[in-house]
């Protein structure tokens, strides 16, 4: 059950012998150095040191990430997965959250999502707090608002590509023939033109993801999560999905924000924030350096890997 104490959400386990209070998480560098372990302590005071990377001037936050805390509770035991973290991302930003498994980066992305709701601190989406919202309002702020693209694809088996596609339309209220054409020029545009009427078993798992990919965007939404999007894929095709949804967002203007363990992937975007056990080690600004959609970088990367 939840319990709203001083504007904070606190998760309670059934369990009464557990309590969590917001204490757990109102510690500064000095009280995590003499109450966590030292990796954790060395951590959170890079984090401290970290400077975010200005962004363009004309670019207005997207996403506020304010001393965000989650815990999750097992058994009798209180695991912290994300410590206090600050982050801004901007309109119009390719956003990595890099980091091995295990390091938080995935639980950041569902609370930013509002997947899940965060043990302390906020997080503002286009101005509205989406860790406030009940499931209702989430449901119709996402359904205009964000896309997604799942590692593990999240196809409907039984329904072919288009059918597939045209579901962020379904659920938008869009006239079916509107959604079929939408959905057609999406899949077209990610190479799947003549693939429409295939089901997911009658492709590959490449072939799946982009599908996954023009379901993402096909409603244009704001923002894009995508959640390890490469994970299953071998170089090559990793290569031609990361320029998928790099290019597309670029062109609509949308802000991407990826979850990887790839530091090729993290590769294309403007800005990557290491992720070290649930604190933000080290922020990175990347736009010098990014690998471009179409760039010798990407070529030279499928080669070293074809050629193992």
């Known amino acids: 059950m939840a319990q709203w104490m001083n504007d904070e959400t606190v998760i309670l386990p059934e369990d009464n012998n557990?309590?969590?209070?917001?204490?757990?998480?109102?510690?500064?560098?000095?009280?995590?150095?003499?109450?966590?372990?030292?990796?954790?302590?060395?951590t959170a005071i890079k984090q401290s040191q970290a400077e975010e990377p200005k962004p363009d001037k004309e670019k207005k936050p997207a996403i506020i990430i304010d001393n965000l805390s989650k815990v999750f509770v097992i058994g009798k035991?209180?695991?912290?997965?994300?410590?206090?973290?600050?982050?801004?991302?901007?309109?119009?930003?390719?956003?990595?959250?890099?980091?091995?498994?295990?390091s938080g980066k995935s639980t950041l992305l569902n609370l930013m999502a509002g997947l899940e709701k965060p043990t302390k601190g906020s997080v503002t989406i286009f101005g509205e707090r989406v860790d406030k919202m009940s499931e209702r309002k989430l449901a119709v702020f996402r359904q205009k608002n964000m896309g997604f693209v799942f590692q593990s694809y999240n196809l409907l088996p039984t329904q072919n590509a288009i059918d597939n596609v045209s579901m962020p339309l379904a659920f938008a209220g869009v006239k079916r023939k509107d959604r079929t054409k939408r959905s057609k020029e999406m899949l077209k545009l990610v190479g799947l033109g003549k693939r429409m009427k295939h089901k997911p078993t009658q492709m590959s798992g490449g072939q799946q993801q982009r599908v996954g990919i023009a379901r993402a965007f096909v409603a244009k939404p704001k923002i894009v999560f995508a959640d390890e999007p490469t994970?299953?894929?071998?170089?090559?095709?990793?290569?031609?999905?990361?320029?998928?949804?790099?290019?597309?967002?670029?062109?609509?203007?949308?802000?991407?924000?990826i979850v990887t363990?790839?530091?090729?992937?993290?590769?294309?975007?403007?800005?990557?924030?290491?992720?070290?056990?649930?604190?933000?080690?080290?922020?990175?600004d990347n736009r010098s350096k990014q690998i471009a959609v179409g760039s010798t970088e990407a070529s030279d990367i499928i080669k070293a890997a074809e050629s193992v």
């Open 77 to 102: 035991e209180k695991v912290r997965a994300l410590y206090n973290v600050n982050l801004t991302i901007y309109e119009d930003e390719i956003v990595c959250l890099l980091g091995t498994s295990g």
């Open 261 to 284: 363990h790839d530091v090729e992937i993290a590769a294309y975007a403007d800005k990557i924030y290491h992720i070290t056990d649930g604190v933000i080690s080290a922020v990175e």
């Open 231 to 257: 994970g299953n894929l071998d170089t090559r095709t990793t290569i031609e999905v990361m320029e998928m949804m790099v290019s597309i967002s670029r062109e609509n203007h949308q802000t991407l924000v």
């Open 18 to 42: 557990i309590n969590i209070s917001p204490d757990d998480f109102n510690f500064n560098l000095r009280e995590v150095s003499s109450t966590t372990p030292d990796k954790v302590a060395e």
